[in-house]
C-alpha cells in the first residue's frame, strides 16, 4: 500500500510572505523598545490597547468561534477587574494569582451564562446577554460592600515579589507578556480538538452533532473560556491602573469590544488583534470628541456590515490580491 | 442474520404534532434496507430518532445489543452509528479536507483513520482533488460524496443516509448509487431513506413505507417493485 501523501499535505496555510514578516518583526522591535522613548502617556494609551486586544480574544472565542452572540463581555471583564484587585488586596500573593482568580470567577459566571445560552439563539441571545450586562453594572455600582458602589474600588499596586508595580512604564512588560499568553492561550485552543468543535458548532449544529460533538456542552464551554479570557483581561487592567468605576463597565464599552471584532474580522484571530489595535487608536483620538464618539462608532459599524463584512484586513488583503492581478 | 439495528414500536412528536406513531422496523446486518414514503412521512424523523436528534416518547431502539434509546448522540456516534444528514450539511467554511476531519472527531487511531482517509479518496477521487477548497463551493454532487466521506471518517457500522438522491442529476444519482452498494458490499450496513422509490428498491433488499407517521407496508424489496398499489404511489405507473 503507498502511504498518503495527506500525511504531509501542508493545512492550508499559506506561509506568510517575507513583506509581512518583515513587518512583524519591526513590530515586535516596536512592541519591545516602546517604553524607552516615548512618554508615559503613549506607554499608558499601549497598556490599555493591549488589554483592549485580549478582551478582543475573549469576544472572538465566544463570536467568532462558536457563533454565538455575547452582548455582555463588558461585565465579564468589569468581574475580572474587580475579583483580581479584590484578591489582590485580600491575600499576600504575586499579582498573577489575582488575575488568575478574576478570570476563574468570570469563567464561572460565564459557564453558567453559557448555559442559560443554550436555549437562545441570535437576536434572543444578544438581549439576554445585553440585560446581564446591565444587570452586572448595576451590581458593580450598588454592591458597596465588595464593590464601594458608584465611588469606585481603589486598585491596589500589583505586586510580583519584592517588585511593586507603580508607573505605566513599570508595567508595560507584564501587560505584553500577559497578552501575548492570552494571544498564544487563544491559537492553542483555536487548532485544538477543542477549536474544531467550536468551528463545526458554529458552522451547522445538525452537522457537529452528526459527528459525535456534543454541541451543548461545546456551546457552554466556548462561553466560559471566552469569559475567562476577558476576566484575565481585567487582571490586566489591574496591573497598571489604580481606579476602577462601574460607568467604563458598561454597554458602551460592550459595543466598542464588539466593533473591533467585527471591524477587525469575524472569526480571524488575527483580525481580532488587529481590529483591537485600530480601533483602540481610533477611540483614543475621539476622546478630544467625545459627543461624536458613539456617532462615529456606529457610522464605522454600519459601513463594515455593508461593505467590508469579513472586516478591515480581508477587505485590505482582498484590494491587494485584485490590484496584484491587475483587475 | 442477526439484526444490527431494531427499532420497536418507536412514537416521537415536534410540540404537540404527533410525527412517529408505534413505528417498527429491522436492519439486519450487512443489508441495505430502505424506507421509503411521500414528503412528511415521518422518514427523517425515523433517522433522527436512531441518531438521538429527536427523543422519543415511546418504544425502544436497539443497536447491536444495546438500548440506546436514552444515550445521547455523540455517544451513539462512538458506537458506530453515522447519520448523513440530509440537505448537504458540509462544514461550508472549512475545506474539504478539515471536514474529513471532522468526520473522525470522536477517533484517536491515527493509523485507522489514515486507511480510512485512503478509503474515501478510492472511493470519492474527486474529493483527493478539491482537499484545499472549502466545503461550501463544492457542487451538489460533490457536497454529497463529501457527506458521505466524512461519515465514513467516523469509522461507521451502520449509515444512515438521508435522501443522497435529492437534487442530483440521473448520472450523479447513478454514481452515488454505485459507491453506497460498493460500501455495503464490503460491509457496511445501511438505512436508505428515499424519495426516489424506483432507486431505492433496486438497491435495497428488504423495505419499509411510512404514510403519515405510521408504518404502512413491508417487504422484500423485490416483491414491492412488483405491487400494484406501491407502482401506482411511488413508482409512477
Known amino acids: ?327 | 442474520m442477526a439484526d444490527l439495528l431494531e427499532i420497536d414500536g418507536i412514537s416521537a412528536a415536534y410540540g404537540r404534532i404527533q410525527a412517529l406513531s408505534e413505528v417498527s422496523l429491522k436492519v439486519p446486518e450487512g443489508a441495505i434496507v430502505a424506507l421509503l414514503g411521500s414528503n412528511g412521512a415521518g422518514k427523517s424523523t425515523t433517522l433522527n430518532t436512531v441518531s438521538r436528534l429527536v427523543p422519543v416518547t415511546k418504544g425502544r431502539i436497539r443497536f447491536a445489543g444495546e438500548e440506546i434509546q436514552s444515550w445521547a448522540s455523540h455517544k451513539v456516534v462512538s458506537a458506530g452509528v453515522l447519520q448523513v444528514p440530509e440537505g448537504r450539511e458540509v462544514f461550508r467554511d472549512m475545506s474539504v479536507r478539515e471536514n474529513l476531519d471532522m468526520g473522525a472527531y470522536r477517533r484517536s487511531d491515527a493509523a485507522g483513520i489514515r486507511r480510512d482517509l485512503d478509503r474515501v479518496f478510492e472511493y470519492f477521487p474527486k474529493l483527493k482533488e478539491r482537499l484545499q477548497q472549502k466545503a461550501g463551493t463544492l457542487s451538489g454532487g460533490e457536497q454529497q460524496m463529501l457527506l458521505i466521506g466524512r461519515a465514513l471518517m467516523a469509522g461507521p457500522r451502520l449509515l444512515l443516509l438521508d435522501e443522497p438522491s435529492l437534487g442530483l442529476s440521473p448520472l450523479l444519482v447513478q454514481q452515488i448509487f454505485a459507491i453506497i452498494e460498493r460500501l455495503n458490499r464490503e460491509g457496511l450496513t445501511i438505512l436508505l431513506v428515499e424519495q426516489n422509490a424506483a432507486i431505492a428498491l433496486g438497491c435495497s433488499t428488504y423495505a419499509y413505507i411510512l404514510e403519515n407517521g405510521e408504518m404502512a407496508l413491508e417487504g422484500a424489496s423485490a416483491k414491492l417493485r412488483q405491487d400494484d398499489s406501491v407502482r401506482r404511489t411511488y413508482l409512477g405507473g
Request: charged share 10%; glycine share 12%.
Open chain 1, 1 to 327: 500500500m503507498s502511504s498518503s501523501p495527506l500525511a504531509s499535505a501542508p493545512e492550508g496555510r499559506p506561509g506568510l510572505p517575507g513583506a509581512a514578516l518583515g513587518g512583524l518583526a519591526l513590530a515586535a522591535l516596536l512592541a519591545v523598545a516602546l517604553p524607552f522613548f516615548t512618554t508615559g502617556y503613549v506607554v499608558y494609551i499601549a497598556n490599555l490597547l493591549l488589554v483592549f486586544v485580549v478582551l478582543c480574544l475573549g469576544l472572538h472565542i465566544v463570536i467568532g468561534e462558536t457563533g454565538q452572540f455575547s452582548m455582555a463581555h463588558a461585565a465579564f471583564y468589569g468581574i475580572g477587574i474587580y475579583a483580581s484587585a479584590l484578591a489582590n488586596r485580600a491575600v499576600d500573593l504575586p499579582y498573577p494569582f489575582a488575575m488568575l482568580f478574576g478570570a476563574l470567577v468570570a469563567g464561572a459566571v460565564g459557564l453558567f451564562i453559557g448555559a442559560l445560552a443554550l436555549r437562545m439563539r441570535d437576536i434572543y441571545l444578544a438581549l439576554a446577554t445585553f440585560a446581564f450586562g446591565e444587570a452586572m453594572q448595576w451590581v458593580f455600582a450598588n454592591w458597596d460592600s465588595v464593590t464601594n458602589g458608584p465611588n469606585g474600588l481603589r486598585i491596589a499596586p500589583a505586586r510580583f515579589g519584592p517588585l511593586e508595580i507603580l508607573s505605566d512604564k513599570q508595567a508595560y512588560p507584564f501587560v505584553l507578556f500577559f497578552c501575548l499568553l492570552a494571544i498564544g492561550f487563544t491559537v492553542v485552543v483555536s487548532r485544538s480538538r477543542l477549536g474544531r468543535a467550536f468551528r463545526a458548532v458554529r458552522e451547522s449544529e445538525v452537522a457537529a452533532m452528526a459527528m459525535g460533538i456534543d454541541v451543548r456542552r461545546t456551546r457552554v464551554i466556548g462561553f466560559g473560556l471566552s469569559a475567562a479570557v476577558a476576566g484575565f483581561a481585567g487582571g490586566m487592567f489591574g496591573l497598571f491602573q489604580t481606579f476602577i468605576h462601574p460607568d467604563s463597565l458598561g454597554f458602551q464599552t460592550t459595543i466598542l469590544v464588539l466593533t473591533m471584532v467585527v471591524v477587525g474580522g469575524l472569526g480571524s484571530i488575527w483580525g481580532a488583534i488587529g481590529g483591537a489595535i485600530v480601533f483602540g487608536l481610533i477611540s483614543e483620538v475621539l476622546r478630544q470628541a467625545p459627543q461624536y464618539q458613539e456617532i462615529i462608532y456606529g457610522a464605522i459599524l454600519m459601513l463594515f456590515m455593508m461593505y467590508a463584512p469579513h472586516g478591515l484586513f480581508a477587505f485590505v488583503g482582498e484590494r491587494i490580491r485584485e490590484a496584484r492581478h491587475g483587475r
